[in-house]
């Protein structure tokens, strides 16, 4: 079990003050909810005496923090294998593969990404959805950042929502585009079907952006790079579908297998082939939130995906 301990001296310029609020500025490490939880278990102390949150501070005083960390994960380490391309003390980077799901739920109870992760490192089940950050769609391959540690949490949680997290993805859509654009269409569940999400109206949806560029076009399909600004739930799969360029291979936005015509025996194999989303995260990049440096990673198309674009472009070379 990790226990976590600080001392600290309340700054003068903080009296008057309430003890919840100096703590948030005195320990920005964590969120203002898990110390606020802290100073109401007892694990915070003012002067060695346990005060009530909202205790007005006159500067000076000794906080003392100690708090073992409680398991918060109770799902079963297995052993399942992870594609690892980075990691220290304070976090690590993996490359997903397609098919892996990341969290356990309904119809998926185990085999997850989050099991692996809790059999790579148990401390992990100390943390939040043990260390996961954001996430990737079942059938979307590529790279997570993962805490592991509070801290770690904490600062990435707030880099996302700042949107200081640079993801970049591929994609192959349906359809020939001529240039690239915003898509900056709020994101919400779907009324008729709680499976999907749908562009939705403000009071609705949530703030959704998504910034693509044109790299290939081919005969009936399109090579995307897209930039996410926000990170809801099938974000670029539900943007690109409201433009009418939908994923190749998307099972829920995309309707079924659509063939380009006069498509040649190869191509209509490997696209028949091709079961999933034609979606992959491909860089990742973000200030390390303990040092500071700047870290960028970058990863290869799986094979699939790469034997699909490679299909689709030996098919536009036969025009």
Known sequence: MTTIRHEATVPLGAAGRRFDQALAEMFPDYSRSRLSGWVKSGAVTLDGVVAPPRQLLRGGELVRLQVELAVEVTSAPEDIALNIVHEDEH????????????????????????????????????????????????????????????????????????????????????????????????????????????????????????????????????LLQCQLETGRTHQIRVHMAHINHPLLGDPLYGGGLKLPKGASPELIAVMRGFRRQALHAERLAFEHPISGEPLQFQTARPADLENLIAALRDDAKCI
């Open 91 to 222: 976090l690590l980077v993996l490359d997903k593969p397609a098919g892996l799901v990341v969290h356990p739920g309904a119809g998926n109870p185990a085999g997850t990404l989050l099991n692996a992760l809790l059999h790579h490192d148990p401390k992990l089940a100390e943390l939040p959805r043990a260390g996961i950050v954001h996430r990737l769609d079942k059938d979307t391959s590529g790279l997570m950042v993962v805490a592991k540690t509070l801290r770690t949490y904490t600062a990435l949680v707030d880099l996302l929502s700042r949107h200081e997290v640079e993801r970049q993805y591929e994609a192959v859509v349906l359809g020939t585009m001529v240039a690239g654009g915003t898509v900056d269409e709020p994101i919400g569940r779907s009324m008729g079907d709680r499976l999907r999400q749908a562009v939705r109206d403000e009071e609705d949806g949530k703030r959704a952006v998504t910034h693509y560029r044109l790299r290939e076009r081919f005969r009936a399909h399109s």
